[in-house]
Nanobody
Framework: QVQLVESGGGLVQAGGSLRLSCAASGRTFSGFVMGWFRQAPGKEREFVAGIRWSGGGAHYADSAKGRVTISRDNAKNTVTLQMNSLKSEDTAVYYC?????????????????WGQGTQVTVSS
């Protein structure tokens, strides 16, 4: 059974940084795409970043480019989201997600597995 457990959320001042982690377990993820999404109060969930577990470049939402870096640690089975220069509009619950890689270049949808989320609050 696939389990995705996020950690690292919290309260940070605008301009600060946070590092979110997603611990993945329950199967081999080498053929998977891992993604980070977020959902702010009253808004729909939106894609932040995605990466293939077995290699290849990362994909980012336009709002994340330049401030966010997604990476993976194969040995620890974790996917990390480093967020810098945080803004109040980054306040949201952040979710880790996973899906089998199908060859599609679309990283922003189609995920099958989701974590419970971790709250990020940016104070201005």
């Amino acid at each position: 059974q696939v389990q995705l457990v996020e950690s690292g959320g919290g309260l940070v001042q605008a301009g600060g940084s946070l590092r979110l982690s997603c611990a993945a377990s329950g199967r081999t993820f080498s053929g998977f795409v891992m993604g980070w999404f977020r959902q702010a109060p009253g808004k729909e969930r939106e894609f932040v970043a995605g990466i293939r577990w077995s290699g290849g470049g990362a994909h980012y939402a336009d709002s994340a480019k330049g401030r966010v870096t997604i990476s993976r640690d194969n040995a620890k089975n974790t996917v990390t989201l480093q967020m810098n220069s945080l803004k109040s509009e980054d306040t949201a619950v952040y979710y880790c997600a996973a899906k089998p890689y199908s060859g599609s270049a679309i990283y922003s949808e189609g995920y099958d597995y989701w974590g419970q989320g971790t709250q990020v609050t940016v104070s201005s």
